[in-house]
């Protein structure tokens, strides 16, 4: 099995992302900036391309990326994380250790995420819990079922993202096999990302109607009231209780 790490970016004038990111395997960059291009180079036999677009949303540059990946297994990366010097060996493993594995998600440490101790099977339930940096899947599960990153959510066009929840709910969908594993494959970088933007009124509203397309008026308040009580120590120095409620509820009704 090959692996190709997948990484979304902005405004990146050379390779550099690649190594700062400590990518030992191919790798496609997408850069998201005001020219179109493709730059390759080969790095120990690892083909590392990055392919620059004037488009914009992080939806659209995920979706640029599956339709141009070649690895069997792909794993999603963002612009602020580090990977571990054996990520591909413990991917594969993963990978090997679950034949039936359509999609594992792994852990990223410095994140501010709690993970579950055990692996498990993903659900609609546990999916809602999972980032896209802790996404891989097997390349041709995923075309084969025609599944793609809804390209109204995403960063670019909603401040509250979820277009990764509503990747794997559509996988889910068409019968893929979905796995948390409790294995850590790489740190996050302190410093701001270029995709998230803070807790403000913008983000819980959008977050209203992510949640509304997810699941529904109904379950989405409920839901609402679950995320504003348990994510308080998140957003609590952007904006009041009241405010992120008011907002939110915008957003699903």
Not at 91 to 116: C, R, S, W
């Amino acid at each position: 099995m090959k692996l190709e790490v997948l990484i979304s970016c902005m405004r990146q004038d050379d390779l550099s992302i690649i190594h700062r990111s400590n990518v030992s395997t191919d790798v496609l960059v997408i850069n998201q900036g005001d020219r179109e291009d493709i730059i390759e180079d080969t790095v120990e036999n690892h083909c590392f391309r990055m392919i620059s677009t004037v488009e914009r949303g992080l939806s659209k540059s995920r979706n640029m990326a599956l339709r141009n990946a070649t690895g069997d297994i792909c794993l999603i990366c963002d612009d602020d994380e580090i990977l571990f010097d054996d990520y591909e060996e413990r991917i594969l493993k993963a990978y090997k250790e679950h034949q039936d594995a359509d999609i594992i998600a792994f852990q990223i440490d410095n994140a501010g995420k709690d993970y579950p101790k055990h692996e498990r099977k993903l659900n609609y339930l546990s999916s809602l819990k999972i980032a896209s940096w802790q996404i891989s899947f097997r390349r041709e599960s995923v075309l084969n079922t025609k599944n793609c990153f809804d390209e109204t959510l995403g960063s670019g066009v909603s401040k509250a993202g979820g277009e990764e929840v509503m990747f794997l709910y559509d996988c889910l969908k068409r019968g893929l096999k979905l796995y948390y594993v409790p294995v850590s494959i790489g740190r996050m970088i302190e410093g701001e990302s270029q995709w998230f933007h803070g807790f403000n009124r913008e983000y819980f509203y959008d977050r209203g109607i992510f949640t509304r397309k997810l699941m529904g008026r109904c379950w989405a308040s409920l839901y609402a009231i679950y995320y504003i009580v348990f994510k308080y120590q998140k957003y609590k120095m952007d904006i009041t209780v009241w405010g992120a409620l008011r907002n939110i509820f915008a957003g699903i009704w």
